[in-house]
T-cell receptor, first 111, second 117 residues
Framework: DQQVKQNSPSLSVQEGRISILNCDYT??????FLWYKKYPAEGPTFLIS?????DKNEDGRFTVFLNKSAKHLSLHIVPSQPGDSAVYFC??????????FGTGTSLTVIP | DTAVSQTPKYLVTQMGNDKSIKCEQN?????MYWYKQDSKKFLKIMFS???????INETVPNRFSPKSPDKAHLNLHINSLELGDSAVYFC????????????????FGSGTQLSVL
């Protein structure tokens, strides 16, 4: 049973516009959430994270929003750049050792 | 210097063979992992080792055997390879292995594309 879901397999956005990637989770014990970015033939690399005690975390062009009551988080990229084209994975963790990943959203930023 | 390195990058082999994938991290992390990314792009944990001790062993066929000679290395040996084993296998490490701890995150290798013919 998948505890972290990314229901949009792909997203296309014009350069300069905002990209919004969504993620839903089912386990209310998750207390730490991360976004990873993956280019072809490379491993995922950490992008940004958020603790469950916060509802927003910002790092440059990247902002993650957490809505605990809805068990939903989103990643906003603004402005989007062609180099942002990649697969983005949402991940969640509880107090244990496990990180649970979604299936990824492939973002294409059109120049 | 590559932080988490795994070899080989590509592995093509026949059904029934035995193969190994090696992983090394130079980050000084305590915990290492093996993840499998299947055809549906789902990244699923297989094993986790903390300081050479097995701490997570998901429902994985016992044809898969991880070996951790020291905390910087976690190798994956697969016996009697099957067609369904074809996937990308990622090695990863994290500082402490305490998933909910703030600032704990995974550092991934570049993956091993395994194709079983």
């Amino acid at each position: 049973d998948q505890q972290v879901k990314q229901n949009s397999p792909s997203l296309s956005v014009q350069e300069g516009r905002i990209s919004i990637l969504n993620c839903d989770y089912t386990n209310s014990m998750f207390d730490y959430f991360l976004w990873y970015k993956k280019y072809p033939a490379e491993g995922p690399t950490f992008l940004i994270s958020i603790s469950s005690i916060k509802d927003k975390n910002e790092d440059g062009r990247f902002t993650v929003f957490l809505n605990k009551s809805a068990k939903h988080l989103s990643l906003h990229i603004v402005p989007s750049q062609p180099g942002d084209s990649a697969v983005y994975f949402c991940a969640a963790s509880d107090l244990g050792n496990q990180f649970y990943f979604g299936t990824g959203t492939s973002l294409t930023v059109i120049p | 210097d590559t932080a988490v390195s795994q070899t080989p990058k590509y592995l093509v082999t026949q059904m029934g063979n035995d193969k190994s994938i090696k992983c090394e991290q130079n980050l000084g992390h305590d915990t290492m992992y093996w993840y499998k990314q299947d055809s549906k792009k789902f990244l699923k944990i297989m094993f986790s080792y903390n300081n050479k001790e097995l701490i997570i062993n998901e429902t994985v066929p016992n044809r898969f055997s991880p070996k951790s000679p020291d905390k910087a290395h976690l190798n994956l040996h697969i016996n009697s390879l099957e067609l369904g084993d074809s996937a990308v296998y990622f090695c990863a490490s994290s500082p402490s292995g305490q998933g909910g701890k703030v600032n704990e995150k995974l550092f991934f290798g570049s993956g091993t594309q395994l194709s079983v013919l």
